[in-house]
C-alpha cells in the first residue's frame, strides 16, 4: 500500500520510483565501503541527470528520469543507523509505494564485488537495514553489493569492532576498482528493475 502524505494536491517530490542508497554523510565517509550505497545513487544522478540537493533534515534529493520513467534518487543524511526515518519521508515526499522502491547498500556476507537484486526479506543483521524495514517494512526491492568481511588470523571475524573499523574504512587498488564497478552494475541493475522487473533484473545482474 501506498504511503503518502499530500503537499498543495501532490507529493512534493513526484515520481514513478524511489531509490534510496544507504551511507554515512559527510565528506569523511564518503569513500568507506559502508557507502556503496551511495556511490550508485551518485552514478544513476549522473545518467538521470540531476544532482541530489539537501532537503528537509533527512535527506539529499533528486528526480530525474532514468529508463524511460520518473525516479527519485535518494542519499539519506541521516547516519545509517537511522535510515528509516529517511526512507518513510521519502515515500511520503515522492508518492510511490514500496512496490516501486529499490534501496541499496553493503553486504559483509557477499564478497567484495559480488551482487544481489532480490524483492523483499529482512535486515540481514545491516543496522540501516534493521532501520528501514522497522520503518516501512520489508516488501521493497534491495540491491546488495558485496565489501566481503574482516579477516583475523586468517579466518572471517563477527568481533563488532573489527567489523566497524573494515566498514567505515577505504577500500584501495583492485578491491576499490572491483567495487566501483559493481557500483555501475548496481546501477544498471536499477535500470533493469525499472523496465523488466526485479527477477529478471537479478537474472542478469546477480553474481558472486
Aim: net charge positive.
Amino acid at each position: 500500500m501506498a504511503i503518502r502524505k499530500i503537499f498543495g494536491g501532490g507529493p512534493r517530490f513526484a515520481a514513478d520510483w524511489l531509490v534510496v542508497g544507504l551511507g554515512n554523510p559527510g565528506e569523511q565517509h564518503a569513500r568507506q565501503r559502508h557507502n556503496v550505497g551511495f556511490w550508485t545513487v551518485n552514478e544513476l544522478a549522473k545518467r538521470a541527470g540531476t544532482q541530489p540537493k539537501a532537503q528537509g533534515s533527512t535527506m539529499h534529493i533528486g528526480v530525474g528520469h532514468l529508463a524511460g520513467a520518473k525516479v527519485a534518487l535518494v542519499k539519506p543524511k541521516t547516519y545509517m543507523n537511522l535510515s528509516g526515518k529517511a526512507v518513510a519521508q521519502a515515500l511520503q515526499w515522492t508518492g510511490c509505494d514500496l512496490d516501486h522502491t529499490i534501496v541499496i547498500y553493503d553486504e559483509l556476507d557477499l564478497g567484495p564485488g559480488a551482487l544481489r537484486v532480490r524483492k523483499g526479506g529482512g535486515h540481514g543483521g545491516h543496522n540501516g537495514m534493521k532501520s528501514v524495514v522497522a520503518s516501512v517494512g520489508g516488501d521493497f526491492v534491495r540491491i546488495r553489493i558485496g565489501i566481503g568481511r574482516p579477516v583475523r588470523n586468517g579466518e572471517p571475524t563477527w568481533d563488532p569492532e573489527a567489523v566497524a573499523g573494515y566498514v567505515l574504512s577505504n577500500p584501495s587498488g583492485d578491491e576499490k576498482r572491483s567495487l566501483e564497478e559493481t557500483a555501475r552494475l548496481a546501477a544498471d541493475a536499477v535500470e533493469a528493475i525499472i523496465t523488466e522487473g526485479p527477477d529478471a533484473a537479478a537474472a542478469r545482474y546477480n553474481r558472486k
